[in-house]
């Protein structure tokens, strides 16, 4: 409660500062200028998994959104309204995400959606989402097939509504292969996936690129993403004599593969991409040398992205803004901005507006946290910047990046 010795004319003001506050429907933020919110709020979604074994990668995206989000609101970015973040767990499960695309697809006032994390599930929220004409921007989806068709011979975009701020598999599957035959030079490969969306096709551009690249694809075998004992396979991958394993999924089970790898005296590197890109890869059992690629550049190695770390560091989330970070951040900005650009100084949102939102998301051009942001005509990015790294004396560390070639 206030000190009852304030002076009269002191509340007197106070109340009436605040009843011309509503009367004019502005609010104050951090300390910027007075933003007009008359028109309402409209919502920028996120589906990510924010429990189970991937959280910690979901996590980061939904609170990087939210970064995006309030500084938006912050700036007055979007004439008239304000923004609110909306984040559903999917779980990393496909049936999940399609209850989280449907509940956001029944609110009028959603304008887009942040995600998803896994291809699989993107494949179940796409349509959904597309039937609504709300925008969706993925920060991590790498699958070829979600913009280009599942038909390499006859590419046809999908869905119009649809787009990614990072490169596909089309380009780290070959930029994997090429690191591990060429630069260091392993031969015989042996390929393990979960048989998932992403570890299928990832598996099979690293395979194509392998025996293009001169080297031998020995062994092919497949386990589920929930499997926790990998001997039966093993057995059969060591036998085969590989100088390397390539793992197509994701963390959960591709740290404890390499520790029993190891341990059945596989003493070769496990490499991986994007999925399997996080430190609890390392804490779950990779092994010193293990290797990964993933979209872009290192983060605390960009300038462009020296803001946003230090922005998300002040704002105090309990979670890292892990792998996917600074792409969910450069989507939400994405739709943040197309959205300004589509509503004006003055318009007045309205499902009339959902077909110039997508025109300006597909226009879009721009440099965010992770570099230059554009998209080509399936929704793609333009940024074909890859990273491999090694884990080296507890922790990845870069040891090549550059923009990739299919």
């Known amino acids: 409660m206030r000190n009852r010795t304030v002076k009269a004319?002191?509340?007197?003001?106070?109340?009436a500062l605040a009843l011309a506050a509503c009367g004019t429907n502005k609010t104050e933020s951090g300390g910027a200028a007075s933003c007009d919110v008359s028109k309402g709020t409209l919502v920028i979604g996120t589906i990510s998994p924010l429990s189970g074994n991937l959280s910690a990668v979901g996590l980061g995206i939904e609170h990087s959104a939210d970064?995006?989000?309030?500084?938006?609101?912050?700036?007055?970015?979007?004439?008239?309204?304000?923004?609110s973040l909306d984040g559903e767990d999917d779980q990393a499960t496909p049936q999940t995400g399609?209850?989280?695309a449907t509940k956001m697809s029944s609110d009028s006032n959603v304008v887009g959606v942040v995600g998803t994390l896994n291809s699989s599930v993107a494949q179940t929220v796409q349509p959904i989402l597309s039937g609504k004409k709300i925008p969706m921007v993925s920060p991590a989806n790498t699958n070829p097939s979600l913009t280009q068709g599942k038909d390499p011979a006859n590419e046809k975009r999908q869905f119009d509504n649809y787009f990614r701020v990072c490169t596909t598999d089309t380009f780290q599957g070959p930029y994997a292969a090429d690191y591990l035959v060429k630069t260091a030079g392993k031969k015989k490969i042996a390929?393990?996936?979960?048989?998932?969306?992403?570890?299928?096709g990832l598996s099979q551009a690293v395979a194509d690129r392998v025996t293009k690249d001169g080297g031998q694809v020995v062994d092919k075998e497949q386990v589920g993403e929930n499997d926790t004992d990998f001997s039966g396979v093993l057995t059969k991958v060591k036998a085969t004599s590989p100088d390397a394993i390539f793992y197509g999924g994701e963390y959960p089970a591709a740290g404890p593969l390499s520790k029993q790898a190891a341990g059945l005296g596989l003493n070769v590197p496990v490499m991986g991409g994007d999925g399997i890109f996080d430190p609890k890869f390392i804490a779950l059992g990779g092994k010193e040398g293990d290797l990964a690629t993933s979209v872009g550049a290192p983060a605390d190695q960009l300038q462009s992205a020296a803001q946003f770390i230090k922005d998300y560091a002040a704002k105090s989330y309990k979670e890292p803004y892990a792998s996917y970070g600074a792409f969910a951040y450069d989507a939400a900005n994405v739709i943040i901005a197309s959205l300004a650009k589509t509503l004006g100084d003055s318009g007045t949102w309205s499902d009339t507006q959902r077909d110039a939102l997508i025109k300006n998301i597909q226009s879009y051009s721009g440099t965010g946290a992770t570099g230059p942001i554009s998209f080509d005509q399936y929704g793609d990015s333009t940024n074909k910047v890859l990273t491999v790294y090694q884990v080296s004396s507890g922790d990845w560390k870069?040891?090549?990046?550059?923009?990739?070639?299919?």
Do not use: F, R, W
Not at 191 to 200: E, S
């Open 98 to 100: 399609a209850q989280a």
């Open 398 to 406: 870069p040891v090549k990046s550059g923009s990739a070639e299919s």
């Open 191 to 200: 390929i393990i996936q979960d048989g998932k969306t992403y570890g299928l």
């Open 67 to 83: 970064l995006a989000v309030a500084q938006a609101n912050e700036k007055c970015t979007v004439k008239g309204y304000k923004l």
């Open 9 to 15: 004319a002191v509340v007197v003001m106070a109340g």
